[in-house]
């Protein structure tokens, strides 16, 4: 009997199967059509990249302080330069601009600390971060306290107001959704009634009506010597319209886990609320997760909204440049920087959120 | 089997806050009684208020004249007007916006949607760069960049640009002709109607005879034919009765044609654009939620590749997309609202922003504004309701 030990060594793959030719022949050059549309692509590319390259960066005008030194034909970045400070503080005093940093540096620290998933005591610096954060945060950017010097509401704009619009929108709007989302699953009528029209309210109107509803309404709700902040104005507004898409988000990860765990947990003998919140939410939460971030970044994008009430954000900060008459004539230099910041922010959200997805996407498979 | 001996000794009743049925009995009391009072709160706070700034409430305001102007009006409408009128005309404008908008978002979605799961790799990366750049950029931001650095920077009307000698783009819009339609053109669109009615019969009866002896027609392009064939047929026989109004430079601004306003245009193209970013993924995931086992079923049926799509993949997609889709075509009518930051006469700008600022009837008119959207939305989620409950999966 003929017995060869040998393996016989691989053999390459056969030629025009592999390398860069055959995948150009394979993903863009197969067939007639394909190759029409991939030259149509690069042509659509070609219009597109070239002038934008050109203007954005080989013609550009990157050093000066002032529009005189815009003189090549692209883009004046200058203009970006000059305003840079107030597009990332707003009106803040510049000689305050450090509370400011300090705030920054502690949030992209605590948001650094909850995403990357090697680091330890994840639960205490969710705490840390809820409790004890908003607190330093408001006592650095509002002053009054410590012989910092007071900086009312209205000098706060740029991307600081926006990064705190989203988050305390976010973070308010969290436990007001979970208690929406609870109550709308909820066996008692009534309950359930009130929740599932404070939601569908919120989610039917514009977020637009909402902040005219706050900046023009809530005073007059409100007895005449109350008065409150704009800024507190615009917040509650945003809290509550981002409570009811939180509370949706909630119940469709409540509705994922099998009923078959509050059951269980039922029969072990446990009240409502420690089934809720041992066994349901826990499980819950993790599936939610990458429908929070979804919600938190329209929330983002929403914060723009605030400028049509009177504050500025970054893009109520960058409208407001581009009317100053030393700088007129450049609002796409300013609209183009303006959209670069939120897309990166959205952008890595949403890579994150994806992320996640696939991380949490592993366990109940069936 | 015994029966298990009750445990509680008879006539002793647990205290009532170990029942549940009372518990929550009194749960939902006390719920009602703090919302009543935080109505009452504000009711009472609000007439204070009301009081000590001297305005009346109620809804006569309605029947005062306006006087003020609107720059895109649908019906007729002067400044002798009256508030209900600008009620109507910022309703219209804000539907005109919208259903337009939801036409253009849906035809670029599906496009670039497709597009994304294209098998040739720079078609499909070119769809994956539009959906990330546009969806990933506040839409408010959008609408500036159209408005204020595209169409408010185009040149005047002495140098609009000219495509043709009858569409001219400068900064204060887009100008098209005007048909104008002479006696004899009602028959047009009477014969569009009979021509659906009858595409509709015809649709029907091929049915039934599949059904009744397994033939069929080509039904869709024999309605296709009918529904535009028949009126192009008595359009020409009726020696086309309709006459273009060209529009005309006149002194500093054109006269005649149609005006399409650039605060219009630049609303449309954003809404539009980034809508469709979020369609497009929508109709992706759907394609993607079919199992391949679909298709290569079919496909082992011997199914032709069109019928595979039409009868096997297009039915199950429709199923995961229709519901997103119509959530997204309430956000695209929603977000019209950010007309009122560019100024677009819709609902927002010029009942809930001029009228508003005019009678300082805040409660009325912020009611009537959202009462509008909160309508369009019960709409909506009512017909997907009545969907989801047609297309839902009868399981055993």
């Known amino acids: 009997m003929i017995h060869n030990k040998e393996t016989i060594p691989q053999r390459p793959a056969p030629k025009g199967t592999i390398g860069p030719i055959a995948w150009l022949r394979g993903n ?7 190759t029409v549309f991939t030259l149509l692509g690069l042509y659509v590319l070609y219009l597109l990249v070239v002038p934008t390259v050109q ?18 034909a692209g883009a004046c970045w200058v203009f970006v330069n000059a305003r840079f400070s107030q597009f990332m503080y707003g009106l803040y005093p510049s000689e305050e601009y450090w509370r400011a940093n300090i705030v920054f540096a502690m949030f992209a620290g605590i948001i650094a600390w909850m995403v990357v998933p090697r680091l330890p005591f994840k639960r205490w610096m969710a705490l840390f971060a809820l409790l004890i954060f908003p607190v330093i945060a408001y006592v650095l950017l509002h002053g009054g306290y410590f012989d910092l010097p007071r900086v009312s509401t209205h000098r706060w704009g740029g991307l600081m107001l926006t990064l705190l619009l989203a988050t305390v929108g976010m973070v308010g709007a969290l436990p007001i959704g979970i208690v929406l989302a ?17 939601i569908e309210f919120w989610r039917g109107v514009p977020l637009i009506t909402i902040l005219f509803m706050a900046s023009v309404m809530l005073p007059l709700f409100l007895p005449s010597e109350l008065s409150v902040d704009r800024l507190v104005r615009a917040l509650i507004g945003l809290t509550l319209f981002q409570s009811a898409y939180m509370a949706e988000v909630i119940r469709g990860g409540l509705q994922a886990i099998p009923k078959g765990q509050d059951e269980a947990a039922a029969a072990l003998g446990m009240t409502y609320w420690k089934r809720m919140g041992l066994i349901v939410m826990p499980q819950a939460l993790k599936m939610m997760i990458p429908g929070i971030v979804n919600t938190f970044i329209s929330l983002f994008k929403d914060t723009t909204l605030v400028m049509i009430i009177g504050l500025f954000d970054l893009l109520g900060i960058v409208q407001a440049a581009l009317s100053d008459s030393r700088w007129l004539g450049f609002s796409i230099e300013g609209y183009v920087f303006a959209a670069f910041v939120f897309w990166i922010f959205c952008f890595s959200m949403s890579r994150y959120s994806q992320y996640l997805e696939r991380k949490l996407n592993t366990g109940h498979k069936h | 089997m015994s029966v298990r001996p009750n445990i509680r000794p008879a006539g002793h009743k647990p205290p009532f806050w170990r029942d549940r049925a009372k518990r929550a009995l009194i749960f939902q009391l006390i719920l009602v009684a703090v919302v009543a009072a935080f109505l009452i709160y504000i009711i009472g706070n609000t007439q204070a208020n009301l009081n000590a700034r001297g305005i009346t409430t109620g809804f006569g305001f309605l029947g005062n004249t306006a006087g003020f102007g609107i720059g895109q009006t649908l019906i007729e409408y002067s400044s002798q ?25 849906s035809i670029i979605g599906f496009i670039v949607g497709i597009a994304r799961l294209s098998p040739n790799w720079l078609i499909a990366k070119l769809a994956n760069a539009y959906i990330e750049t546009f969806r990933n950029i506040p839409l408010l931001l959008q609408i500036f960049f159209w408005y204020f650095a595209v169409l408010r920077t185009l040149p005047s009307a002495r140098e609009s640009m000219a495509f043709g000698e009858a569409i001219f783009l400068n900064v204060r819009g887009l100008y098209l002709p005007q048909p104008l339609f002479e006696s004899g053109f009602g028959l047009i669109p ?4 009979v021509a659906i009615i009858a595409s509709i019969v015809l649709v ?17 392009w024999m309605s296709l034919v009918i529904i535009f064939g028949l009126p192009l047929l008595i359009l020409v026989a009726t020696g086309v009765p309709v006459t273009w109004e060209m529009p005309v430079l006149r002194g500093f601004n054109f006269g005649g044609g149609i005006t399409i306003i650039p605060e219009f245009l ?19 995931s759907g ?8 298709t290569e079923a079919a496909q082992a049926l011997s199914l032709p590749r069109k019928l595979v799509l039409r009868l096997v993949v297009i039915p199950q997609a429709l199923r995961v997309i229709i519901p997103p889709l119509t959530s997204q075509y309430l956000n695209l009518i929603k977000n019209s609202s950010l007309a009122t930051a560019i100024g677009y006469p819709d609902l927002v700008s010029v009942f809930a922003g001029t009228t508003l600022n005019q009678t300082g009837q805040a409660i009325e008119v912020i009611a009537m504004t959202m009462a509008v959207y909160l309508i369009i939305s019960l709409l909506v989620s009512m017909f997907m309701n009545w969907f989801n409950a047609r297309v839902a999966l009868v399981e055993r």
């Open chain 1, 55 to 72: 203007w954005a960066f080989i013609d550009a005008n990157w050093v000066g302080d002032s529009r005189e030194d815009c003189t090549r």
């Open chain 2, 266 to 284: 630049a609303l449309w193209l954003a809404l539009s654009i980034y809508t469709a970013s979020f369609i497009a993924e929508i109709v992706r």
């Open chain 2, 190 to 193: 009477a014969t569009f109607v």
């Open chain 2, 81 to 105: 007007s009256t508030y209900g009128r600008t009620f109507v005309i910022g309703l219209l404008n804000t539907l005109l916006v919208g259903g337009l908008g939801v036409l253009a978002a």
């Open chain 2, 287 to 294: 394609i993607q939620a079919i199992p391949h086992g679909q």
């Open chain 1, 182 to 198: 609870l109550g709308r699953r909820s066996n008692m009528p009534i309950v359930k009634t009130f929740c599932v029209i404070f």
């Open chain 2, 204 to 220: 029907i009866w091929n049915k039934r005879r599949h059904e009744a002896t397994g033939k069929r027609l080509p039904v869709f």
């Open chain 1, 28 to 34: 863009l050059f197969n067939g007639p059509i394909n």
